[in-house]
T-cell receptor
Framework: DAKTTQPPSMDCAEGRAANLPCNHS???????VYWYRQIHSQGPQYIIH???NNETNEMASLIITEDRKSSTLILPHATLRDTAVYYC??????????FGAGTRLTVKP | GAVVSQHPSWVICKSGTSVKIECRSL??????MFWYRQFPKQSLMLMAT?????????EQGVEKDKFLINHASLTLSTLTVTSAHPEDSSFYIC???????????????FGEGSRLTVL
């Protein structure tokens, strides 16, 4: 079973920052938080992952709370092509990934 | 970055036939690959973990005799849907862990998916 909860959907204006929240209150000390996104009829695309420190790459930033019970994915300047389902996943100790329902982000012009 | 490729990307078959889907890690060796199934408007559901040189580990409720998994090399895992029926129609996706990061710190790359339609 997925160990994360996310809002089912969110809207964001083009050019603005998209902040996608995720709760993972039962995360274990050595489990990482991963974010992927899936555009219709494609395989999931890796975005970013982290353990406890905030992370940033060319796609997004990941903010993890100090107690690690929640995190936020930030797309700094959303574009129409960022419209997708975003999955927050806690990666298990045996490397498997179990997907929750995700958040359907719609970027509007 | 690391690439995982699936073939075929889509397939249509008659009920009762078997269909094989391939998952290849193109530029890295993957000792473990994962197979998922996704129905329309639903999330990905983990079906099984494929380990190179050993038997796959199936999730509860997934029939191992129906979904045959073979991971004969470090770059190839196959999923065979045996005696397919219309209810097996779905989007099948594989993933593989790239080395380098080690353990669960490395990225998990996903294939493009294979859409199966059983008539």
């Amino acid at each position: 079973d997925a160990k994360t909860t996310q809002p089912p959907s969110m809207d964001c204006a083009e050019g603005r920052a998209a902040n996608l929240p995720c709760n993972h209150s039962t995360i274990s000390g050595n489990e990482y938080v991963y974010w992927y996104r899936q555009i219709h009829s494609q395989g999931p695309q890796y975005i970013i992952h982290g353990l406890k420190n905030n992370e940033t790459n060319e796609m997004a930033s990941l903010i993890i709370t100090e107690d690690r019970k929640s995190s936020t994915l930030i797309l700094p300047h959303a574009t129409l092509r960022d419209t997708a389902v975003y999955y927050c996943i806690v990666r298990g100790n045996n490397n498997d990934m179990r997907f929750g329902a995700g958040t359907r982000l719609t970027v509007k012009p | 970055g690391a690439v995982v490729s699936q073939h075929p990307s889509w397939v249509i078959c008659k009920s009762g036939t078997s269909v094989k889907i391939e998952c290849r890690s193109l530029d890295f060796q993957a000792t473990t690959m994962f197979w998922y199934r996704q129905f329309p408007k639903q999330s990905l559901m983990l079906m099984a973990t494929s380990n190179e040189g050993s038997k796959a580990t199936y999730e509860q409720g997934v029939e191992k005799d129906k979904f045959l998994i073979n991971h004969a090399s470090l770059t190839l895992s196959t999923l065979t849907v045996t005696s397919a029926h219309p209810e097996d129609s779905s989007f099948y996706i594989c993933s593989a862990s790239a080395p380098g990061g080690g353990g669960n710190t490395g990225e998990l790359f996903f294939g493009e998916g294979s859409r199966l339609t059983v008539l």
